[in-house]
């Protein structure tokens, strides 16, 4: 059985910064992309950042310059450095990961963590 644990989100000020951190456990036997989206009440979830296995990294536009995305491979995890967070930052943020568990591949998600930018 695969799980994605996150952690790191909570409430931060106009201009902060906050770390996600998300890291598979179980029957991980290879990871290939691991990506952090959101989602509002009402909105589709949207994807914030993705990273490849060699490193080659993806942003949505509104993120860029201000979001970091990582990851650890032999820690099997992937981080989120936000920082300059805005208002319209608000949100759940979802870990994802493709991973084979050594039979095949699936694809999967972390339980979700809130970001809540605010004054």
């Known amino acids: 059985q695969v799980q994605l644990v996150e952690s790191g989100g909570g409430l931060v000020q106009p201009g902060g910064s906050l770390r996600l951190s998300c890291t598979a456990s179980g029957s991980v036997f290879s990871i290939s992309n691991m990506a952090w989206y959101r989602q509002t009440p009402g909105k589709q979830r949207e994807l914030v950042a993705d990273?490849?296995?060699?490193?080659?990294?993806n942003y949505l536009d509104s993120v860029k310059g201000r979001f970091t995305i990582s990851r650890d491979n032999a820690k099997n995890t992937v981080y989120l450095q936000m920082n300059s967070l805005k208002p319209g930052d608000t949100a759940v943020y979802y870990c994802y990961a493709r991973i084979n568990d050594g039979r095949t591949w699936r694809d999967y998600w972390g339980q979700g963590t809130q970001v809540t930018v605010s004054s």
């Open positions: 990273i490849r296995v060699g490193g080659i990294t």
